[in-house]
């Protein structure tokens, strides 16, 4: 007579609900146990930390069903606020393309509205976005971009105005307000930032924002780490092990350019 399967949920299982805040699957699934009773668990990332790389993962990789389950998550929790999540996907957009960023807003919105529906609340207004807290003057705004460009990919140049592509784009949106934005901070910046480009495979923004986020110590080389190995629980081990390459390079890198100025 065959073996039935168990009914009950294993370590991942219910590590799974616990997190996810649903019911855990019916049996055992070696997967769930990776992800999310190892992986979630190690102290190396917070959870706060972790998420900023996995909704990245799950939106880019258009699985409405497991972006839904997410994002309901972060925000039930209170791991993360609305305003928050906003803001990861606005940063999502720029750095992953409008098309796949505009399912992940509007599930934000479902499932911001699903919370408050279970909960006979009614949804909260939005937090205004105007005014901005960035300049409106365009020679003010532009010269807080290259500054901003600096100061966060830590290099002592910027690209040329003159082009649609860096000025308008990069110096005027991306560095002159995007990065800027009161709504998240450097380190989840950061962290989202890695995983796009690591899931695109595009060689020098890899690189460049490892690089930055190290030489920054926005992100501890230990937290990296983890970093990587999240993002390669969500987004595959080819990808994430051209990333941990990166990962050690730079932090070659960051470690012999701090010799050199004499920090510690």
Same mark, same amino acid.
């Given at each position: 007579m065959p073996v039935q399967p168990s009914a009950e949920p294993g370590p991942g299982g219910r590590a799974f609900a616990a997190l996810m805040a649903v019911p855990a699957p019916p049996a055992p699934d070696p997967l769930l146990d990776f992800v999310f009773a190892q992986v979630w668990q190690r102290p190396g990332l917070s959870r706060r930390d972790r998420w900023f790389v996995a909704l990245p993962c799950v939106a880019a990789a258009d699985a409405e069903g497991p972006l839904r389950e997410h994002v309901y998550a972060a925000l039930v929790s209170g791991d993360l606020t609305i305003d928050e999540m906003r803001e990861a996907v606005l940063h999502f957009a720029v750095y992953s393309g409008w098309p796949k960023a505009s399912l992940f807003n509007?599930?934000?919105?479902?499932?911001?509205?699903?919370?408050?529906?279970?909960?006979?609340?009614?949804?909260?207004?939005?937090?205004?976005?105007? *005014? /901005?807290?960035?300049? $409106?003057?365009?020679? =003010?705004? +532009?010269?807080?971009? &290259?500054?901003? !460009?600096?100061? #966060?990919?830590?290099?002592?140049?910027?690209?040329?105005?003159?082009?649609?592509?860096?000025?308008?784009?990069?110096?005027?949106?991306?560095?002159?307000?995007?990065?800027?934005?009161?709504?998240?901070?450097?380190?989840?910046?950061?962290?989202?930032?890695?995983?796009?480009?690591?899931?695109?495979?595009? *060689? /020098?923004?890899?690189? $460049?924002?490892?690089? =930055?986020? +190290?030489?920054?110590? &926005?992100?501890? !080389?230990?937290? #990296?780490?983890?970093?990587?190995?999240?993002?390669?629980?969500?987004?595959?081990?080819?990808?994430?092990?051209?990333?941990m390459q990166v990962i050690e390079e730079q932090k070659q890198r960051v470690t012999d350019e701090w010799a050199t100025e004499g920090v510690a």
């Open positions: 509007m599930t934000v919105d479902e499932q911001w509205e699903r919370i408050h529906r279970d909960r006979g609340e009614p949804v909260p207004e939005p937090t205004p976005l105007l *005014p /901005l807290t960035t300049p $409106s003057d365009p020679e =003010a705004r +532009l010269l807080v971009g &290259e500054q901003a !460009f600096r100061d #966060i990919n830590c290099v002592p140049y910027e690209p040329i105005r003159d082009n649609p592509y860096s000025g308008a784009g990069i110096l005027n949106f991306v560095f002159g307000e995007m990065w800027l934005r009161p709504g998240l901070g450097m380190k989840e910046r950061r962290l989202i930032t890695l995983a796009c480009v690591a899931f695109q495979d595009a *060689p /020098l923004p890899i690189m $460049s924002h490892v690089y =930055a986020a +190290l030489k920054s110590r &926005e992100i501890s !080389f230990s937290e #990296i780490d983890e970093a990587a190995l999240q993002f390669g629980a969500y987004y595959g081990w080819p990808k994430a092990s051209r990333l």
